[in-house]
């Protein structure tokens, strides 16, 4: 529901897997099942996923964990193949989802991102190569970064340097920097890109997440990496340039 607006009336737990947490310890991770024949392109997406049908068979030609490859086909091999049939239900076409959020004069809600701008002693900044199969830039440089969830935007930035990079970050040292109003695409749900500078950090940049970033770099402003996301590459240049504001994609 909360990152689709998707009901599903049954949930059968499936699967108990176990990951490692920040402080070394094993975390339980409850696998659930549910069926669901409706069209993706119908669910209002608000975590920058996009969600696709695909068979299990051909799963190996496609970049993800593991992990999860296994959780698929384990459950492919104890279902009948009668209960496999990929066409869908015509009314499940339309799920109860969560409309973006407005008001009669067209207000919406705006994802909030929150990012890191850190400078070494040499001026080079700080960008991650993102994984492959993350669903958003694989295989891109870009800013540490995150959403906001139930949390102010410092505290955000605070977590998200400590969970991805071991970077700890008192709060009285961020200093909001640049700002990117995104739209990535007309008529979808707008970002408001938050770009906080960093001058006094407590540890080095290390891999914490490896689901998620393969490398921490420090580069040359002037001499960024390719490919890199669009915004952090005009979020690190207008930065530099004076500007605390950029507007891009909007018609």
Known sequence: ????????????PFRMEYAVGLDGSTVPIQVFVARWNGDPEGLHLTEGIMLRWFAPEIMTRLRMSPSTLNLVRDHAMRQPASSQSTVPDPAAL???RRPVPSTEGGTVLNVVGIHLYLENAQGEVLLGLRHPDCAYAGETWHFL???CEQESAIACLMREAYEEAGLLIHPEDAELVHTVHLCDVPGTQPRLQLVFRVRRWEGQPVIRERDKCLAWRWWSPGALPEPIVAYTRTAIERLREGHRYTEMGWA
């Open 1 to 12: 529901w909360e990152e689709a607006g998707l009901v599903l009336p049954v949930l059968e």
């Open 145 to 147: 970064a995150g959403h």
């Open 94 to 96: 339309h799920p109860v």
